[in-house]
Structure formats: C-alpha cells, structure tokens
C-alpha cells in the first residue's frame, strides 16, 4: 500500500494572514513535483455546510460538483491545485458530531461510552484518511481553521496529533504566522510567533516549518530568533512577505525552498519543484497590455463602511483570469444596485464599463436597481453576463420591458405576481413547505445541451456541457414560448429539455447579452480560464 503523507496547516497570532493560501500554494508546490495532492478543510463552525450562511458574514458560499456547499477557501485549492474536490474534502464539527452521534444511534460503538476524546478526534482521522484516500493523494493538506489558542479548534489540533503519533514519519505540521512592525517601533517583532508556537507545544504538537507572513521579507537575524525561540531549523522559517497577487505565493515559497523542506520532513522522494506551467499563468498577468473595465453590480457589498467583494471571490477571479489571457488587466469595480434605487441617474456611470456582471443572490433588497441596471445594459448595448439570479433577473426585466408584463416577477419575491416567469422548482416546493433550508437547493454538477448558432455554443465550442449550480428558483417553462417569440433565445436547456439554463440575446440585437442558471466562476482557474468568461470579456474589450 502507498505511504501516505499529511501536513497540517495552522493559524498563530491571529485570522486573515493567507492560511487558506498558503495551503494551496504548498499544494500547487507539491503537485509541481509530480505528487498526488488533495487539500482537505476544516471549519471549527456548528453548521453542517457554509450553505445556511449570510454571504456578509461569511463570504462566498463556494460549491462543489457534488453539490457540497462549502467554504471559499475549497475554492482556493481547486484554483491552485487545478482540480476537482469533493464533500469529503470538507469538514465541520457539526459534520463529525453529527456522524459519531449517528453511529451512536446505530449501537455502532457496541455498547461503550462514547466521549468527546478519542472519539470525536478519531472521526476526524477517520475523515481525513477517508479523504487521502478518495484522491488516491500522496500528500494530503489539512487545514485547520481558527488560530491556536482557541477554544474551538482544539479538537482538530488533537486529531492532528494522534495521526502523528499513529504515523511520525508521515505527518508535518506548519504554522502560519505573523510578525507585526508597530509603526511607533518600526522593527518586526517576533514574540507573538514565540508565544503561539508555544500555544501549539501547549497542545503536544511542534511546528516542523514556520510560515511567517510580515509586511517585509525576514532577515537573517529574525529567522535565527524564531528558529532558537520556537525550536525549529532556520532553514524551515519561510519569509513571506505581503504579495501583490496571492498568485505571486507558490513562487515567493519556493524562493526559501519550502517544497524540499517539506519532501525531506516527510521522508518523500527528492524531486524538483517544477513551477513553469504557473509561472507561465503569472507572466500573463504581468504582461498584460491593454485595460479592460468590468462592473460587478451586486446586492451583498454592504458591510458597515466596508466594500465586501468576498462574497463574489469566485466571479472576481474568474474574470481576472479571462483577462490576463486576453493580455489585458481587468479594472473591477463593484457597484452597490441599492445605490440606484436611491437614485435612478446613476445608471448612467454604467456606461464606464465595458462589460457588467450580475452574480448571484437571494431574496428582495437590491433587486429592483439590478433589473434597472439590466435594462441599461441591454438597451445600450453593453456586454452583460448574468449569473444564476443575474439570469432570472435578466428573464424578469425582459419580460417587463420587452413583452410589457409590467407584473413579471420571481415567486421568491411576489408569490402573489400574475406573470411567475420564474417559479419554484416541482421538487422544491416540498422542501420549502417543510422549512427544509439546509443543502436543499439544486446543488453541483449538472448537463446542459446547447443550442446550435449561439453565443454560448461558440463560447464554449461543444453541445454538451457540465456546470455547477445552486438554485431554488427557475424559468417558468410556460411562458417559454412567448419569451421566445419576443426574441428571447434559450440556448441552453437540460438534458431532458426541461429546464431553462441559458438565455440570451442574438448578436444581431445584442453584442453579448447572456444569463446562465449555472455558475461558471466555480469552474474557472488560472490554467485554465472559463470560456465563458472569456468570451465575455472579448466582448468587452471589443466594446472597449
Ligand atoms: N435566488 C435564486 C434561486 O434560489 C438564485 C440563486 C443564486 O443566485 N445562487 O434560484
């Protein structure tokens, strides 16, 4: 049987200094190497999936082909390890506990107490072999959300030691770190690090590499220091200073040799770090040629005085991606659809942009200004991609404006509408009857045939194609017919024709003007950028 290698990634000092990165560019490192890699995350959270979550508080609520609906970070390790995960590469504490209770119930413990150590943790060795094992992976990233020293994380860091104990020669912890410079001091202090190295001893575990995230590379001296105070080899004290794109990091790790620090912890074959397939994506991007500008109206920017983008991480990539293969760098600037309700001339700044996307979202507020701003992009021509709601808004406001049912809505916001042109799904009625919210929706992988002479058939130069969704709602197969007669075209349906996927316009009234049921975002990667998007922004550089 294989020998299977694991690293544990952890947060010290505090949240928000690039773990969910730093574990993917340790992935796309050893994957350069010629390993097999798969990168599993765990949230100390209650909640089963991130799909009950307000996309405020807790960002993007990325999705699986499974259908698993889950942390944005998973989108992380798809986009740098180019590759497709699965629910078992995600864990919650509701997740675990919610499997030992059942196993519980199911008298599978033969009749023994069951308590929260060793069993709990020895679920979640459970779970993580599970997953190495599913990718056949030759290294499995484990990172453990949270920071150390916290209370609810601790069970996590207990798994992670008993794997070492069960495998020590299998099993490499990595802290990732910060080391503040108080601008009244002006020098970079490295106690914090000291003291959450400590925190990790605390929990029988010792860092074996220490990422240190600062604002400045490390010098010689600091490295010493944290190597002497935490006990680990200066030469496993990797500098990562403040990047200017995280798609810098894999190649700044490696300036310090991290993939051969780890390949020798972990006993693994001596092989060369090979980065040219994504240094050739980074040098895209740093020679692009030409600007291209891009709108994102969205209705979840709102947070206190806070422009939140987080939430749509996925689209913004995605374009940035398109782009730099069409040698030019994306300007994106997210506009707030409330702002033009409150006034209706702002539509006007939209003719800044050369193409606007609208991502996805549930629910009322902020939705009358995305129909409005979907009106002005049709009428003056400017490229449009709507995605999931951003295409049943597109179907509503033609609905509205082209075949003047002024009533046109969605059932998610007036049950009570003459004209449902989209309605609830049959198989989800039931579920909401029952208050039934949680991975409930149309969720993952699902075909799509397209029609021939379409924008999207050209996009993406096949007639068959596999997207992921989350979606409640749908185009009302009723009103189908009329929609079509008004112009209309739905070039892309289920297998069995059923369900509307795509709509959009013909180029001869529209440069581009497409709303999709799917989303494609969660679908496109540095190497390997989503033909839809670029299609899009090929429009909009050519209306640029
Ligand atoms: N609210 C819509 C639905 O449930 C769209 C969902 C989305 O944009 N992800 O169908």
Redesign the pocket.
Known sequence: MKKRKYIFVVGGVMSGVGKGISSSSIGAIMKSKGFKVTALKIDPYINIDAGTMNPTEHGEVFVLRDGDECDQDMGNYERFLNTNLTRSNYMTTGRVYQEVIRKERNLEYKGKNVEVVPDIPREVIRRIKNAAHDADADVTIVEVGGTIGEYQNIIFLEAARMLKIEHPKDVAFVMVSYLPTPSTIGEMKTKPTQYAARTLNGVGIQADIIIARSSEPLDSKRKEKIGVFCNVLTKNIISAPDAGSIYDIPVNFEKDHLGDHLSEILGLPKRKTDLTEWTGFVNKKKNVKREVNIAVVGKYFDSGDFVLSDVYISVIEAIKFSSYYAGAKPNISFLNSKDFEKDKLKLATLKNYDGVIVP???GESGVDGIVETIRFVRENKIPYLGI??GM?LLVIEYARNVLGWKDANTR?INPKSSKLVVDIMHDQKTKLEKSDYGNS?RLGDYAAVLKDGTIVRKAYGEKEIVERH????EVNPEYVAELESKGLVFSGKSKDGTLCEIAELPTSKHPFFVGVQFHPEFLARPLNPHKLFSAFIKASIKKA
């Open positions: 996805g979202g549930f999931c709601y049943q998610e929706m989350r979606h409640r709602y």
